[in-house]
């Protein structure tokens, strides 16, 4: 069945068991993510991957795998990105099972009208077709006050319209920026405090500028030894560390949905070009290059360990240099083998 904008937050933080299939699509592939991972929360799953590849050369593996039952006894919910037309089998099969016991959610570009993989969503009571588009003006706003609930964040429009603007509308940016102010001002569900400009100015998205781009940049390229020369320059104990991460996260954000098109089957030049104004002219050589080097997972690795060192630098007294050192290597190391 077809999900309204109105319905779809009830549909992914109040899961039907009925429902085992979650096909997230449209321009806004990070809202989809958002949306998939409300939704692997409510379930209170964890996340298996599956490939598309995989279930084009073996359709019978998706109803494999939703039927698996965990080693642990814990829920399980099977991931799958970028979902091709190579899924439409595997999902036919799955729609048609008499029972299974992980639901399945796929993440899906833009899919047109005549999509057989959208169509057995849309008709069957057993799935769910969603299409995410970037929110603008009062949407935004809108949706920045609901995701800031999620996190115990009070949001004022003028407050939520700044956050929105800062993060282009991003909902994924958007979600990281969200905590951060979350553990900030140490809110919660439970402890619901009002977010104001003040701790914006003090976190906020812009904060990441200049040359720390350029340290995430070389970790993602593999340049080992100019990475480790720069890294030497930082002073012992500076404060650094966050703002580096940060931009860390936003190359990342920029590269996840790309290279997810480019494993979709679009040409990388045309994705290149599709970026526009969004990529500087100087920076375009070397984000072809990382397209090139990473897969989706790999990017999705990184930026899982990039939250979790974040995190750590916040609330550890561990030295920042050496932290953020340690990590942005391992990342050079990674990308050099690759």
């Excluded at 039952?69 to 829920?75: H, I, V």
């Excluded at 553990?183 to 104001?196: G, T, V, Y």
């Excluded at 703002?243 to 679009?266: C, D, N, T, Y």
């Excluded at 609330?315 to 240099?321: G, N, T």
């Amino acid at each position: 069945m077809k999900a309204s904008k109105a319905s779809i937050a009830r549909t992914v933080d109040q899961p039907a068991d009925a429902i085992r299939f979650y096909l997230f699509h449209g321009q806004d592939e990070s809202q989809s993510r958002g949306l998939a991972a409300r939704l692997i929360e409510a379930l209170g799953a964890g996340k298996s991957m599956l490939g598309s590849g995989a279930i084009k050369s073996d359709p019978a593996a998706l109803v494999d795998e939703a039927g698996a039952m965990s080693l642990f006894g814990g829920k399980r919910a099977v991931w799958i990105e970028p979902a091709t037309k190579d899924i439409e089998e595997g999902v036919a099969a799955l729609l048609e099972a008499p029972a299974v016991e992980n639901p399945v959610i796929a993440i899906a570009g833009v899919l047109t009208k005549t999509s057989a993989l959208l169509k057995m969503a849309e008709a069957s009571p057993l799935a769910v077709a969603f299409a995410s588009y970037a929110p603008e003006g009062q949407d935004a706003e809108r949706m920045v006050a609901d995701m800031g609930r999620r996190y115990g964040l009070k949001i004022a429009p003028q407050v939520a319209a700044r956050i929105a603007d800062a993060c282009g509308n991003d909902q994924a940016i958007v979600g990281q920026e969200l905590q951060k102010f979350a553990l900030f001002i140490d809110a919660s569900p439970q402890a619901p405090k009002e977010l104001d400009h003040g701790s914006l100015d003090a976190v906020g998205a812009q904060s990441a500028e200049g040359d720390f781009l350029r340290l995430a940049d070389l970790a993602l390229a593999g340049d080992i030894n100019e990475l480790t020369e720069e890294l030497g320059l930082l002073p012992p104990g500076s404060s650094e560390g966050i703002p580096v991460v940060r931009s860390l996260q936003r190359r990342l954000l920029m590269l996840a949905p790309a290279r997810a098109r480019v494993e979709r089957g679009e040409r990388l030049d045309a994705v290149m070009a599709s970026m526009g104004r969004a990529l500087f002219w100087k920076d375009k050589g070397k984000i072809e290059r990382m397209l090139r080097k990473w897969t989706a997972d790999g990017l999705a690795t990184v930026a899982e360990r990039a939250g979790q060192l974040e995190r750590s630098l916040m609330f550890s007294s561990a030295p920042e240099r050496e932290s953020l050192s340690e990590e942005l290597l391992a990342i050079a190391r990674k990308a050099r083998s690759l």
